[in-house]
Nanobody, 125 residues
Framework: QGQLVESGGGLVQAGGSLRLSCAAS????????MGWFRQATGKDREFVAA????????YYADRVQGRFTISRDNSKNMVYLQMDSLQPEDTAVYYC??????????????????WGQGTQVTVSS
């Protein structure tokens, strides 16, 4: 059974940076598309970024394009999300997940499984 564990969240001032990490274990994730999603209090979970297994394609939500960078290290079973120029509206719990289906867009949470427990990111103004 696969497991994903996120880390690296915290409290940061607007304009600051954080690097989230997602550690994968229990199964091979190196051939999966991996994604990051976030959920703010009272809002639906939303797509943030995704990366193909060999990192030849990167996908970003419009609101994070140019500020966030997704990467992965398959040799370490790790996925990362570098977040720069953080804004208060980026405050949310951030989750990583592995795509297990292709029945819908890569931006849709329904095609992902093995969700981690999430890591809280809070950006103060």
């Amino acid at each position: 059974q696969g497991q994903l564990v996120e880390s690296g969240g915290g409290l940061v001032q607007a304009g600051g940076s954080l690097r989230l990490s997602c550690a994968a274990s229990g199964r091979t994730f190196s051939t999966d598309v991996m994604g990051w999603f976030r959920q703010a209090t009272g809002k639906d979970r939303e797509f943030v970024a995704a990366i193909t297994w060999n990192a030849d394609r990167l996908y970003y939500a419009d609101r994070v394009q140019g500020r966030f960078t997704i990467s992965r290290d398959n040799s370490k079973n790790m996925v990362y999300l570098q977040m720069d120029s953080l804004q208060p509206e980026d405050t949310a719990v951030y989750y990583c997940a592995a795509r297990v289906s292709q029945i819908a867009s890569i931006t849709q949470s329904m095609v992902y499984a093995y969700w981690g427990q999430g890591t809280q990111v809070t950006v103060s103004s």
